[in-house]
């Protein structure tokens, strides 16, 4: 955890929303109060890149989910950077997890795309991933720094780019990293950058973790030395995402409020409070 490196929380609403949903989400991250203290993005797809941009408040910026690697010509279902700047928004995913094992995209084009999006000036989330087969034949190691060497190549202006692990073990599997876990992955990366790009790049870039994070281990993984924010996937959907952004905070929790059925509501209003685990106790006493 360094104070010098703003923490930063992307939530990831992949294919999952429509205008409706989108509304309901809007409705309950503009209610809460957000710490100021964290730099919080949305990854929106891209037909409704607008729409959302226009919806959010101003503090919440709005991340394309992907983008090719030139700006324009024949390569119909594709969005470039310069499309995304247009909708009036500023952050771009690339190498999503997704984007390497289901559309099987490659070091080399995630690398291509990284270069020409550098080129227009939007700002990058850079992923990396961990699959459970490269940690069960112990390639782990091998497998992200060659990510992170193929990345390095083609970033020229590290102050605008993200890095965000994945271990995707612990995504939606019923298994969780440790902290222990996280926060080894996430040294060996920091130390990757120290020592084949720069002191000032390692002390200065940005590295999240993503992995089944949620409202109940977020305040915990926040405290990680070398942890820099989350990259954030079904929690994004909910009002769990009010309290990831809030894992910092010290003082209160949030007021979370939503109409969506598929949160949880403690009564038919549907609004809680949500506190720090011992908030109470801490305050009042044993209760």
Not at 133 to 154: H, I, N, P, W, Y
Not at 204 to 215: D, E, N
Request: charged share 25%.
């Amino acid at each position: 955890m360094s104070s010098q490196r703003k923490f930063f929380v992307i939530g990831n609403w992949k294919m999952n929303v429509d205008k409706a949903r989108i509304d309901n989400i809007v409705k309950f991250m503009s209610a809460a109060s957000l710490d100021p203290n964290t730099e919080a993005v949305v990854g929106c797809p891209s037909c409704y890149l607008s729409y959302a941009r226009q919806r959010l408040p101003d503090e919440i910026a709005v991340a394309a989910q992907n983008c090719y690697k030139v700006a324009h010509g024949n390569f119909s279902g594709e969005i470039s950077p310069a499309m995304i700047l247009d909708s009036g928004c500023e952050w771009v995913i690339l190498g999503h997890p997704e984007r390497r094992t289901i559309f099987k995209e490659s070091d080399q084009l995630i690398a291509e795309k990284v270069a020409h999006a550098q080129q227009t000036g939007i700002k990058i989330i850079a992923c990396l991933c961990e699959t459970s087969e490269d940690r069960e034949e112990g390639r782990t190691d091998d497998v992200l720094f060659g990510q992170m060497k193929s990345l390095a190549a083609s970033i020229s202006d590290w102050s605008r780019v993200v890095i965000a692990f994945e271990a995707l073990w612990a995504s939606n599997t019923g298994v969780l990293a440790t902290a222990a876990q996280v926060q080894e992955a996430l040294a060996k990366l920091r130390d990757w950058l120290r020592a084949n790009v720069s002191d000032k790049v390692a002390n200065s870039t940005r590295i999240l973790y993503a992995g089944s994070v949620s409202s109940s281990n977020c305040r915990e993984l926040a405290q990680l030395e070398d942890l820099d924010g989350f990259l954030v996937g079904s929690a994004a959907l909910r009002p769990d995402i009010v309290d990831i952004i809030n894992a910092r905070r010290p003082d209160v929790a949030s007021l979370r409020t939503s109409t969506d059925p598929t949160a949880d509501a403690p009564d038919a209003g549907g609004s809680a409070l949500f506190l720090p685990a011992g908030f109470c106790t801490d305050i009042y006493g044993r209760l």
